[in-house]
């Protein structure tokens, strides 16, 4: 089995992304993210996992779900472009709660005063603007799953 392809418990998702099992489950009921279909339990696969870790650290940092939820709904295709392209994708957003976020997608830093200029002359006034890093979380995310074991160890001698 490649790493890729591991399932994850809702119990594994909570320590990986650090957040309490309780707000998880709250999060999945209320439809924050969108999961595959499964009878039972679910189990989470790499996509889902940093769905949830995207969602999870923009709530954190923000508050605002609604920009947690538009965020962390390009999940699936950001972790594809940075896992095949080493690309290094940001959200940059602005939405007040309860409202419908403003939101574009950059691959360079150097895109995000631009687009963040562009948010104010239009006049998307929301409070607070945010950019997500989407390589920074995956980073972290992967991290996190190598220091708790679920990296696949090499064999010695392959680099």
């Known amino acids: 089995m490649q790493f890729t392809d591991h399932r994850f418990t809702v119990s594994e998702?909570?320590?990986?992304?650090?957040?309490?099992?309780?707000?998880?489950?709250?999060?999945?009921?209320?439809?924050?993210?969108?999961?595959?279909?499964?009878?039972?339990w679910h189990r989470f696969t790499?996509?889902?996992?940093?769905?949830?870790?995207?969602?999870?650290?923009?709530?954190?940092?923000?508050?605002?779900q609604d920009v947690a939820s538009a965020a962390g709904s390009m999940a699936v295709q950001i972790l594809t472009e940075?896992?095949?392209?080493?690309?290094?994708?940001?959200?940059?957003?602005?939405?007040?709660?309860g409202e419908v976020p403003v939101m574009e997608?950059?691959?360079?830093?150097?895109?995000?005063?631009?687009?963040?200029?562009?948010?104010?002359?239009r006049g998307a006034d929301a409070g607070a603007y945010v950019v997500v890093d989407y390589r920074a979380i995956f980073l972290r995310l992967l991290?996190?799953?190598?220091?708790?074991?679920y990296a696949e160890k090499k064999p010695e001698g392959v680099a």
Do not use: C
């Open 13 to 40: 998702v909570s320590a990986l992304t650090e957040t309490n099992l309780n707000t998880i489950q709250s999060w999945r009921r209320k439809g924050y993210f969108a999961l595959s279909e499964s009878e039972g």
């Open 105 to 121: 997608l950059t691959y360079g830093a150097r895109d995000v005063g631009r687009i963040l200029a562009d948010l104010i002359e």
């Open 143 to 149: 991290k996190r799953l190598h220091d708790s074991g």
């Open 82 to 97: 940075i896992i095949e392209n080493d690309a290094a994708p940001y959200f940059v957003g602005s939405a007040r709660k």
């Open 46 to 64: 790499m996509s889902e996992l940093f769905s949830v870790a995207v969602f999870a650290e923009v709530t954190a940092s923000t508050g605002n």
